[in-house]
C-alpha cells in the first residue's frame, strides 16, 4: 500500500513536470539498527546452516530468508564481522568514522531537475549491496514510469 501510495506521487509530479527522469543522482544514508552489540554472535560462530528456523526467533526466521537476496545475504560472500541476535539482517558498521554499530542503508534514486525521490530501497551498509540496490531502482522506475535515465550520479566511494 505504501509502495502503491509512493508510486502515484511520483506519477504526479512526473505529470506536473517536476521530475523528467533523464538525470538522476543515487545516495544512501545510513540508519542505525535497534540491535545492540552485546547481544551478538562473531563471524566464527555464526552458522546459519545449524539453525532451525522452527526454534528460532522471529528476526532470525526473516534474516535465513533474506539469505539469497540481493540486497542482503546475496550482497556480498563475506560475512560481517559481528550478526545481531535481535536483528541478523542488519549490517555492523563504523562507516561513520566513530564508533562501529549495527546499521542499515536507505539507498534514494534522485532526478535531478527538481530534487524529487523517484525511489528507495533499504539494504544492508556495503557498497555492494547499495550499487545493486541503484540498478533494482533504475529499473523499477523504468517499469512503473517509462523513464530510462540519460546519466546517472553515484558516489560510490
Known amino acids: 500500500m505504501l509502495r502503491h501510495a509512493f508510486e502515484s506521487v511520483v506519477a504526479q509530479c512526473i505529470k506536473i513536470g517536476l521530475a523528467s527522469g533523464q538525470r ?38 526473516e534474516y535465513l530468508e533474506t539469505l539469497d537476496d540481493a540486497a542482503f545475504g546475496a550482497a556480498s560472500p563475506v560475512v560481517p564481522k559481528f550478526i545481531s541476535h535481535s536483528d541478523p539482517a542488519s549490517q555492523w558498521t563504523g562507516a561513520r568514522g566513530g564508533p562501529a554499530y549495527f546499521a542499515y542503508s536507505t539507498n534514494y534514486l534522485i532526478d535531478t531537475d527538481n530534487a524529487v525521490i523517484m525511489d528507495v530501497e533499504a539494504t544492508r551498509s556495503i557498497r555492494q549491496a547499495e550499487a545493486g540496490a541503484v540498478r533494482t531502482m533504475i529499473d523499477r522506475v523504468q517499469k512503473v514510469h517509462q523513464l530510462m535515465p540519460e546519466c546517472l550520479i553515484a558516489p560510490f566511494r
Open 24 to 61: 538522476y543522482a543515487a545516495d544512501a544514508s545510513i540508519i542505525a539498527a535497534d540491535a545492540n552489540r552485546r547481544n551478538s554472535t562473531p563471524k566464527v560462530d555464526w552458522n546459519p546452516e545449524a539453525i532451525d528456523p522452527a526454534d528460532a526467533p522471529r528476526a532470525v526466521r
